[in-house]
């Protein structure tokens, strides 16, 4: 049992620690409030995971809540909508990897800015592909594809 007293410290500090890479550039409300600055009311309307935007009594639009996974570990990452069901704003939330951390770049998350459901969204077409971060970019673009899809004729 002399083994036990030797390892149980190592265990307890690998099982705490946290990786080094994962950082949290921001949460859900503030996601809401950088897509939609002018809202004065949030309403959940699917349990943590889709917000519609309200602002003097209107609809601003919704937030969606997703995750894809990058090349091994999950990507949380938010999207927002205008009420006619297009792109207004895409934020990366958390990211876990180590590398491919530039799907974060302002001026990639800008591509998506005012697609819609019937806009191609493929890699290299419409959305170009990032080197280092392919399987990354590749997957949340398809995220924000298949949020396009379900919600944009739900929504409205």
């Known amino acids: 049992m ?13 099982s705490a620690a ?6 949290q550039y921001m949460s859900i409300e503030e996601a809401q ?10 309403t959940e309307v699917q349990a943590g995971r ?17 995750r894809v996974i990058g090349k091994h570990l999950f990507i949380d990452y938010a999207v927002a909508l205008t ?13 876990r ?16 800015v005012g697609k819609t459901s019937g806009s191609a969204l493929k890699i290299n077409g419409d959305i170009r592909n990032i080197s280092g ?14 949020i396009l899809t379900a919600y944009a004729n739900r929504l409205r």
């Open 2 to 14: 002399t083994w036990v007293r030797y390892t149980l410290p190592a265990a307890a500090i690998v």
């Open 18 to 23: 946290s990786p080094a890479y994962a950082v």
């Open 33 to 42: 409030k950088q897509a939609f600055p002018s809202a004065t009311h949030f």
């Open 50 to 66: 889709v917000w519609k935007a309200e602002a003097g009594g209107k609809v601003a639009g919704f937030l969606i809540f997703d």
């Open 83 to 95: 009420p006619g069901g297009a792109v207004h704003r895409v934020e990366i939330l958390q990211y």
């Open 97 to 112: 990897e180590s590398y491919g951390g530039e799907v974060r770049s302002p001026s990639w998350l800008a591509q998506f």
């Open 133 to 146: 971060a392919t399987l990354s970019s590749t997957h949340v673009t398809e995220g924000v594809k298949r």
